[in-house]
């Protein structure tokens, strides 16, 4: 089992940054397939970004240009940067770790609240 804590989020203005980290512990990282995901209020939990751990990275079309997933497997951290903030960002953001390449995620952390203002 992994332990996922996320850090970093928090209220900016529309067109901010915000760089979200995701710290883990337990069983071994960089073997796994890591995400993000959000959830906003009244709406259902929708992907984000993900890292194969092999070099490809994928993200939602809605935040495409705009946001980066990164690891560090030295660190045991992922990251979410995230740029050109918009009001529908608005959301807490969760990481995951996946063993099946993103097939099914065993572990989440507890999430992070970011909120975008106009």
């Known amino acids: 089992q992994v332990q996922l804590v996320e850090s970093g989020g928090g209220l900016v203005q529309a067109g901010a940054s915000l760089r979200l980290s995701c710290a883990a512990s337990?069983?071994?990282?960089?073997?796994?397939?890591m995400a993000w995901f959000r959830q906003a209020p009244g709406k259902e939990r929708e992907f984000v970004a993900i890292?194969?751990?092999?070099?490809?990275?994928n993200y939602a079309d809605s935040v495409k240009g705009r946001f980066t997933i990164s690891r560090d497997n030295v660190l045991n951290t992922v990251y979410l940067q995230m740029n050109s903030l918009k009001l529908e960002d608005t959301a807490v953001y969760y990481c995951?770790?996946?063993?099946?390449?993103?097939?099914?995620?065993?572990?989440w952390g507890q999430g992070t609240q970011v909120t975008v203002s106009s």
């Open positions: 995951a770790a996946s063993e099946d390449w993103g097939q099914s995620y065993h572990d």
């Open positions: 337990g069983r071994t990282f960089n073997e796994d397939t």
């Open positions: 890292d194969w751990n092999d070099g490809r990275t």
